[in-house]
């Protein structure tokens, strides 16, 4: 069974460019979820997706970021303009969507963004 | 709201011997989840080991081993005869029905195995 699957795996922009990530979830995995994680911590949720439906963005910084998984499946998730502080690893995960109990994820290889 | 707590920034352990990464929990949920994800230097986080709340059996994955302590909130992970391709970051997360099964995680453990 194929994993999560991200691209880019690196990416290095100047502050104020643009910048989109690409995750294509585990098959049949109905909830998809986008993490940041900042070099030293651990990875705090920007969004979660179930199907094409937004569940929780409560920490996405909407004035700059935005995500999207119009068809239930992939997603995308982009950073317009970029700030020196959005360098971090950016981690795409999914799960089953397991009614009544809690759920397990799976994560891809991340992308690692450099903002110079 | 869910806190997990990691208090050792980092450890050594000898090779072939056994270790143990602390872990403490808060969280007023009833219905929840306990999972240890190990990321080497690559950055990919992978997925070790479960414990649910209702489970009366501690969780075991081959060398993995969770000790799971319920009513003093801690779920330490246990690896069993390490080896050197051990080393790496492990992170304690929990996450709960209630909460739409977000993940919370901790600040992380180093592990380094010593040959």
């Known amino acids: 069974e194929a994993g999560v699957a991200q691209s880019p795996r690196y990416k290095i922009i100047e502050k104020r460019q643009s910048v989109a990530f690409w995750c294509n979830p585990i098959?049949?995995?109905?909830?998809l979820y986008w993490y940041q994680q900042i070099l030293g911590q651990g990875p705090k949720l920007l969004i979660q997706?179930?199907?094409?439906?937004?569940?929780?963005d409560s920490q996405l910084p909407k004035d700059r970021f935005s995500a999207e998984r119009l068809k239930g499946v992939d997603s995308t998730l982009k950073i317009q303009p970029a700030k020196l502080e959005d360098s971090a690893v950016y981690l795409c995960?999914?799960?089953?969507?397991?009614?009544?109990?809690?759920?397990?994820?799976?994560f891809g290889p991340g992308t690692r963004l450099t903002v110079l | 709201a869910q806190k997990i707590t990691q208090t050792q920034p980092g450890m050594f352990v000898q090779e072939k011997e056994a270790v143990t990464l602390d872990c403490t929990y808060d969280t007023s949920d009833q219905s929840y989840g306990l999972f240890w994800y190990k990321q080497p230097s690559s950055g990919e986080m992978i997925f070790l080991i479960y414990q649910g709340s209702y489970d009366e059996q501690n969780a075991t994955e081959g060398r993995y081993s969770l000790n799971f302590q319920k009513a003093r909130k801690s779920a330490n992970l246990v690896i069993s005869a390490s080896q050197l391709g051990d080393s790496a970051m492990y992170f304690c997360a929990m996450n709960a029905f209630e909460y739409g099964n977000k993940l919370v995680f901790g600040a992380g453990t180093i592990l380094r195995v010593k040959s």
């Open positions: 098959s049949g995995h109905a909830t």
């Open positions: 995960a999914s799960s089953l969507d397991v009614k009544g109990r809690t759920d397990t994820q799976y």
């Open positions: 997706f179930q199907n094409n439906g937004v569940v929780d």
